[in-house]
């Protein structure tokens, strides 16, 4: 709200515009020098002066506000001083709706993620698509859009048409009932083996490089798939259902929910349509095989991207394309929002290209938000395949982790919460495209930028409120003058949430509110270090503090639930 006003105010001033300035503008090292600065040298080329001067001229120009008390020039620095008893005053009346806004207007969003393939087991590239999408539909709803979080799971393609041959010559009918999940990848993997074929993790969308008679004899179930075939389709059927148990059994652990799942099989025919379409226009072409592509990059002839396969079966992008029109048929969106590993950001560039080729305006508000790689470093997982690293396994061992954590420090606290928030933390603290380093001690860590770390915060809030015995220190007078200098930083602090969330959404990165309460965190540990909160001698004091305990609390509960992150009253 602070940083809101000094924005407006350089805004006049500078003529620079908002996203400009959110980014421009810093904290000082020190409070003495201000609550807010603006470097001026950013200036000095445009307007021909010295920081300093332009400096000098802006503190003289600006006018004090109620918010902004007062405003000075230090070297080639505007710095701003906030009213502080004004801060306290709003941050003490905050309650569980702080941060939310009207902005969104409730303008439809819709986000594509998790999407795993059906028959394979959901890997650890899938965990963050369906960590950043959970958050995102958090911070859109929080900003008052509507946002709808559709899985568009991979229930046909090359992997389909394999799993289909393994499952006719190899299945083991005891082991489905009993480990319907394990029993799918052992097929799959046997049949990679045969095929010798790589069972790849990560962007697994275009699989198809190996081409022998083993590949020929998936294509041709994949054919018959298509084609209606009764006998495959009821194979494909078992296949389906058996591998969606495996992903109710994740989603429930990490609380995911989508609006709406959808698998890709269901818009083959309308991408074909597209594809006729596209012929007709002469957007697309024809091989001698039979096979249609588009020429992505018109200048460079080596850019062909297949949108049909010679033997006129739709693939990943046939299915994308009429997907894509279908939604935007369906829900009429302002926002569409595709999370998956940034190795595909070839096929959704070409997507994005065919579409605008085509004509359909809705191009402009489609976005890929591609994301970097999990690493493990060199801790080995056991896992089922050797090099694909399963979402399961981490998960269930963390969780395995978090208990003897817990139990080797004699604390309280659920391991599932601690273990679940863990590896959530750890995704999204990172920028999406960024590569996560995973380990189990920096997941897992009571300090240091760590989930645990924050949900300890939160729960030490808890406590202390739990132990005043001032239980109406709510409504009774509280001390406002003369704030210590913890106090004034943790004020400031909880009053950048509002905007912290609004710059999430429009950068689609759920990082900036991560970090945020790692701050937010830290800040309050230092005020409680340095100020004791329960005292009885200075009653109004203690009130002002609990206060400030209990909107620092409020502020936390709200950000961790944007990450998707439980908190717990003890730990
Ligand atoms: N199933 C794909 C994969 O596992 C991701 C799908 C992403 N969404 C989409 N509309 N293409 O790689």
């Known amino acids: 709200m602070f940083k809101e006003e000094v924005i407006k105010l350089l805004e006049k001033e500078t003529r620079l515009k908002r996203e400009e300035l959110i980014n421009l503008i810093e904290i000082p090292p020190n409070p003495q020098l201000g609550d807010f ?16 001067q332009i400096a000098e001229h802006f503190a003289k120009q600006i006018k004090p506000t109620k918010e902004i008390e007062s405003i000075k020039a230090t070297g080639p620095y505007l710095n701003f001083f ?16 702080y941060g939310k806004s009207s902005l969104g207007k409730k303008h439809k969003v819709v986000i594509d993620f998790s999407a795993p393939n059906i028959g394979k087991p959901m890997h650890i590239g899938h965990i963050r698509s369906t960590i950043l999408g959970d958050s995102l539909m958090r911070i859109y709803n929080f900003l008052n859009y509507d946002p709808i979080g559709i899985n568009y799971l991979g229930d046909t393609g090359l992997h389909i048409g394999k799993l289909i041959v393994a499952y006719e010559l190899w299945l083991d009918k005891q082991a489905l009932k009993k480990d319907p999940v394990g029993e799918l990848l052992r097929l799959y993997v046997k049949f990679c083996a045969e095929e010798k074929s790589k069972v790849e993790e990560g962007a697994d969308a275009d699989e198809e490089f190996t081409n022998n008679e083993w590949t020929d004899r998936a294509k ?3 054919k018959l798939l298509e084609l209606g075939d009764k006998k495959t389709h009821k194979i494909w059927e078992e296949i389906e259902k058996a591998s969606g148990k495996g992903f109710d059994k994740v989603y429930d652990l990490l609380n995911v929910n989508f609006s709406e799942t959808t698998g890709q099989s269901k818009f083959s025919q309308k991408g074909k349509d597209i594809v006729m379409i596209a012929l007709e226009k002469g957007i697309a072409r024809r091989e001698a095989d039979g096979a249609v592509y588009v020429q992505v990059d018109k200048t460079n002839p080596d ?27 369906k829900y009429k969106f302002d926002k569409m929002i595709y999370v998956t590993d940034f190795r595909q950001s070839g096929h959704f560039s070409a997507l994005f290209t065919i579409l605008k080729t085509l004509g359909y305006d809705f191009t402009s508000k489609m976005n890929h938000l591609g994301f970097g790689t999990v690493k493990f470093g060199n801790e080995i997982i056991a896992s089922r395949t050797g090099n694909i690293i399963l979402l399961e396994d981490v998960l269930n061992k963390t969780v395995e982790k978090a208990k003897e954590e817990i139990k080797k420090r004699k604390t309280k606290g659920n391991p599932t919460k601690v273990g679940v928030g863990a590896v959530k933390y750890i995704i ?13 001690e920096s997941a897992l860590s009571f300090e240091g930028n760590t989930g645990p770390y924050l949900q300890y915060s939160y729960a030490r809030a808890s406590s202390i409120i739990k132990k005043a015995k001032n239980k109406n220190f709510n409504k009774g007078k509280v001390k406002l003058e003369n ?71 409020t502020t936390l509960q709200n950000a961790l639930n944007l990450l998707g992150i439980e908190t717990m009253e003890e730990m």
């Open 220 to 222: 041709d179930k994949l």
């Open 37 to 52: 600065a603006f470097p001026c040298f950013i200036l000095s080329k445009k307007e021909k002066k010295a920081p300093n």
């Open 82 to 97: 906030i009213n502080k008893k004004m801060a306290a005053e709003k941050i003490l009346k905050i309650n569980s709706n």
């Open 303 to 329: 850019s062909k991207k297949y949108i049909l396969r010679s033997n006129q079966t739709a693939s990943y992008i046939t299915q994308d394309l009429g997907a894509a029109v279908e939604r935007y048929k």
């Open 428 to 440: 999204l603290k990172n920028e999406p495209i960024k590569d996560v380093q995973f380990s189990w």
């Open 483 to 553: 704030l210590d200098n913890f106090e004034v930083a943790l004020i400031k602090k909880i009053s950048d949430f509002p905007e912290i969330v609004i710059q999430a959404g429009d950068k689609m990165n759920p990082a900036l509110i991560a970090n945020y309460s790692h701050e937010l965190c830290q800040s309050f540990n230092e005020f409680y270090h340095n100020c004791p909160v329960l005292s009885d001698k200075d009653k109004m004091q203690e009130a002002l503090r609990l206060r400030l305990v209990d909107s620092f609390r």
